[in-house]
């Protein structure tokens, strides 16, 4: 599937796809949703509005100044953070939900592991899973891709 517009991406991955229109031109949201919605039609396919949302991306300078129009179907939600294959994304595009969500997930493996190791599991055994759980959590989407 391409965008109708070319100054807009379309990203697919797995059963999600990704509809991402620059600011400057929110005026055609409609006509790409409405795209969107044909092309699933043809290929037996349904969007489901219920399940997609809307996220707006701001600059520092612009925000709370403009208002966005009403999302293109009723049944859109406009929220403030996404999940995007695992990352979570803020409407002021920082880390610090990611991290803090990151974060909580690390400790409760800490957890996991303390009681493991009440328990008796060898320690080559907790840094074996150590390394699949906690530092795998934490190299996702950090190590650069060449």
């Known amino acids: ?81 996404l999940t995007i294959l695992g990352v979570d994304v803020n409407s002021n595009l920082t880390a610090a939900d990611h991290v803090s969500n990151l974060l909580a997930s690390c400790s409760s493996l800490l957890y996991a592991l303390r009681v493991l190791r009440s328990h008796g599991l060898p320690d080559q055994s907790l840094k074996d899973v150590f390394q699949a759980t906690v530092i795998g959590k934490l190299m996702y989407c950090g190590e650069e891709h060449r």
């Open 1 to 81: 599937m391409w965008p109708r517009h070319a100054a807009n991406h379309i990203i697919k991955s797995a059963d999600d796809t990704y509809l991402i229109i620059p600011g400057t031109h929110s005026y055609i949201r409609d006509d790409e949703v409405s795209h969107v919605k044909a092309w699933a039609t043809i290929n037996n396919l349904q969007l489901n509005c219920a399940k997609s949302h809307e996220i707006v991306f701001r600059s520092r300078r612009l925000r709370g100044k403009s208002e966005q129009p009403e999302p293109p179907c009723p049944d859109i939600e406009r929220v403030d953070k």
